[in-house]
């Protein structure tokens, strides 16, 4: 079964950086494109970084273009997003995705930034 596993999320200041790491397991990884996505208090949740298969191509939300990098190492079956720059607005609970099925969404990482 697909297993995503998010972690190094926290409390952060403006304008600081933070390095999300997504552990994929039960799928092999390298043939999925990868996302992901974030919810924040009172919105729905939205799609902020997407990565193809074998690194081919990146996109991003105009929310975090410049600021975040989508990235993935297909050797160990894990995915990040490194964050600089860090606003307010930032904050919510961030979430990897993948379209392989049966998707069902984990507990995700909790990024809070302080003004």
């Known amino acids: 079964q697909v297993q995503l596993v998010e972690s190094g999320g926290g409390l952060v200041q403006l304008g600081g950086s933070l390095r999300l790491s997504c552990a994929a397991s039960g799928f092999t990884f390298s043939r999925w494109a990868m996302d992901w996505y974030r919810q924040a208090p009172g919105k729905e949740r939205e799609l902020v970084a997407t990565?193809?298969?074998?690194?081919?191509?990146?996109n991003y939300a105009d929310s975090v273009k410049g600021r975040f990098t989508i990235s993935r190492d297909n050797a160990h079956n894990t995915l990040y997003l490194q964050m600089n720059s860090l606003q307010p607005e930032d904050t919510a609970i961030y979430y990897c995705h993948t379209l392989r099925q049966p998707f069902y969404w984990g507990q995700g990482t909790q990024v809070t930034v302080s003004s």
């Open positions: 990565i193809t298969s074998f690194n081919i191509a990146t």
